[in-house]
């Protein structure tokens, strides 16, 4: 036996050596495998907490949705009950009538809400209001618009048939001409009652609101979506249609042009103000990062500082690509004059952004978004998967710049305005200062001053992806050093799936491995990165204990953006800490908020 081969390990040998190191296992899958895994993980929870979790996800737009079908039954029972006791009507114009206003009932507060999910700037003002943003979930406003949409088309289709194949079939009969004057004032032949006003507004919005829909199709959608925007321009006229279509007061006094009044002009204005801004071209720089992420950097053509703050987002034009299309995406980075936006490149416009003559955009904003409420904690914890992780970069940046730190304002469930420098949504007015004078705290560490700590967390697939923010990661990783009362505590994750165990103890030997630079040689971050899928129970189970071991008091602020189903599981892990600590009698309590990317 040679003297290499003594000097051999054994398997056994190796592994021992292997377990010694305390080598993570970095046991990945690819990303169906996970989910399905998430999946599974979710359905092995007991049902109380299973049901609690998928509330905490989808809780707002289902309640939100339980509100709007009861004022549809309300106000459908309530012309159901008119009608129905009227027999003088009934016998004029047959059983259509009952159709035809019931399904009007229903749709009062149906259109009503149709046309208010489409203001951003409604959803923006709503966000300082705490019970407000906890019921409606306007992260979901385009999914709400969808269905409710739909459900309004199907009211107006029940609609027409009762008038088309009802009152005017039945009250145009011959013989009747007695008994309908008695109720309509005057009796007309079926041809008549499609001529009236109320009959062609009727069927011209119908019509509309047709083509609106065929192009709102999403294979349509998808392959023009110039088409599907200019398409839904139809809206203006259906609204007026609408409007007109009861003013003659033929049964009852017009009351959808009350319903749809407010919502309407809010859109308009809206929608106003942003085709003036898509005339406004702002010089960009658009960089591609990897194979499905485009950056872009927008500096203020003024020199000014951009009125967008952390966790915001705006909507983008890109002029070259198309000068109708608005898309929202969350701010990245936003420091004085410069803006930067990180895009996921999944679709078809957002694929031409690779293209490189690409010179400007244009911005209309800024929006409100759930990332905002981080400044109402003192504690909390940002959790991001892949390119999610852009509406907590700015965040992390507005604290290395130590602009705004939060000051966890617990005692009052008003929203604070400290995410938020305009006094209106989309307009340049105003700061708002983020930190007011004299204002207690609720939250703090017993017996020393208050210190604000953030933990982040961001899962990515592979290394590479760290480098989208390595520079900023590693200037926050210094922020606690300048900052004495600010604790940042970074975890990066990375989950591509293992081949071999000699590149896994390779990789895990890299990571540790620190210089005088205190770079690591692996990711050039100077943070510690995990290989394989993070634990978030076991991740807030430590939160939970140092946070009681250090005496703080008050709430955490968990956000999360990326796949809901591990969202779920983030939240069931809140819960149960919040439980084991009210158990405890610790008034310590872990509140989770969903950040939906676009």
């Known amino acids: 036996m040679s003297c290499e081969d003594k000097d051999a390990l054994s398997k056994e040998e190796f592994l021992q050596v292997v377990r010694h190191l305390k080598i993570p296992a970095g046991v990945a899958t690819n990303t169906q495998a996970a989910h399905a895994k998430d999946k599974l993980d ?23 949705l339980a509100f709007v079908v009861a004022l549809m039954l309300i106000f459908g029972i309530w012309q159901l009950v008119t009608y129905v006791s009227d027999t003088d009507k009934r016998a004029a114009l047959g059983w259509g009538v009952i159709m ?12 009503f809400f149709m046309i208010l999910s489409m203001s951003r700037w409604l959803a923006t003002l709503a966000r300082y209001s705490y019970w407000v943003a906890r019921f409606v979930n306007f992260d979901r406003a385009q999914s709400f618009h969808i269905k409710i949409s739909i459900f309004a088309m199907l009211m107006a289709t029940l609609h027409a048939i009762g008038h088309l194949t009802g009152t005017f079939l039945y009250s145009s009969r011959p013989g009747r001409e007695a008994t309908v004057e008695t109720v309509v004032g005057q009796s007309r032949t079926y041809r008549q009652y499609v001529a009236t006003l109320p009959g062609i507004t009727g069927i011209s919005a119908l019509g509309c609101f047709y083509l609106m829909a065929i192009f709102a199709i999403p294979w349509l959608k998808r392959r023009n979506y110039e088409v599907f925007q200019l398409s839904h321009l139809l809206m203006f006229p259906f609204v007026g249609l609408l409007m007109a279509h009861g003013t003659w007061a033929i049964l009852q006094p017009p009351m959808l042009g009350y319903w749809l009044a407010f919502p309407t002009l809010l859109v308009i204005v809206e929608r106003l103000t942003r085709i003036c801004r898509g005339f406004i071209r702002i010089p960009a720089k658009f960089s591609i990062l990897d194979d499905d992420t485009v950056a872009i950097e927008v500096r203020h053509p003024h020199g000014k500082d951009w009125p967008y703050d952390a966790g915001q987002y705006i909507m983008l034009q890109v002029p070259e690509v198309s000068f109708f299309q608005w898309h929202p995406f969350t701010i990245s980075l936003c420091h004085k004059d410069m803006l930067s936006l990180h895009i996921k490149t999944d679709g078809n416009w957002t694929s031409r952004l690779r293209s490189e003559n690409l010179r400007f955009v244009g911005l209309d904003g800024p929006y409100g978004a759930p990332a905002q409420r981080f400044y109402d904690f003192e504690r909390s914890v940002l959790i991001g998967s892949g390119v999610g992780v852009t509406p907590f970069s700015s965040i992390l940046m507005n604290l290395e710049k130590r602009q705004d730190l939060p000051k966890a304002r617990g005692t009052s469930h008003s929203r604070s305005r400290a995410a938020s ?21 609720r939250g703090r560490v017993l017996g020393s001053p208050p210190k604000v700590r953030c933990d982040f967390h961001w899962v990515v697939r592979d290394k590479n992806y760290l480098l989208w923010f390595s520079d900023l990661l590693n200037r926050v990783e210094t922020a606690e050093s300048i900052h004495k009362d600010l604790s940042i505590r970074i975890c990066t994750h990375v989950t591509a799936k293992r081949k071999k165990l000699s590149t896994l103890i390779f990789r895990w030997l890299l990571e540790n491995h620190r210089t005088e630079t205190d770079l690591s040689p692996l990711t050039g971050l100077r943070n510690k990165t995990e290989f394989g899928r993070p634990d978030f129970s076991t991740i807030l189970l430590d939160h939970y204990n140092e946070a009681k071991s250090e005496g703080f008091t008050g709430k955490v602020g968990v956000f999360y953006c990326g796949a809901p189903v591990v969202g779920m599981l983030i939240a069931d892990a809140c819960h149960v800490l919040t439980a084991r600590a009210s158990e405890e009698r610790y008034d310590l309590r872990y509140v989770f908020m969903l950040e939906v990317f676009g």
Not at 42 to 64: I, M
Not at 421 to 441: F, H, L, M, N, W
Request: glycine residues 8%; aromatic residues 8%; proline residues 7%.
């Open 42 to 64: 979710v359905s092995k929870l007991p049902f109380g907490r299973r049901l609690r979790a998928k509330f905490a996800v989808d809780g707002a737009p289902w309640t939100f």
């Open 421 to 441: 420098r305009s006094s209106s949504p989309g307009s340049d007015a105003t700061r708002v200062k983020s930190i007011r004078e004299g204002e207690k705290t």
């Open 100 to 111: 035809a206003k019931v399904t009007a009932g229903v749709l009062y507060p149906t259109l």
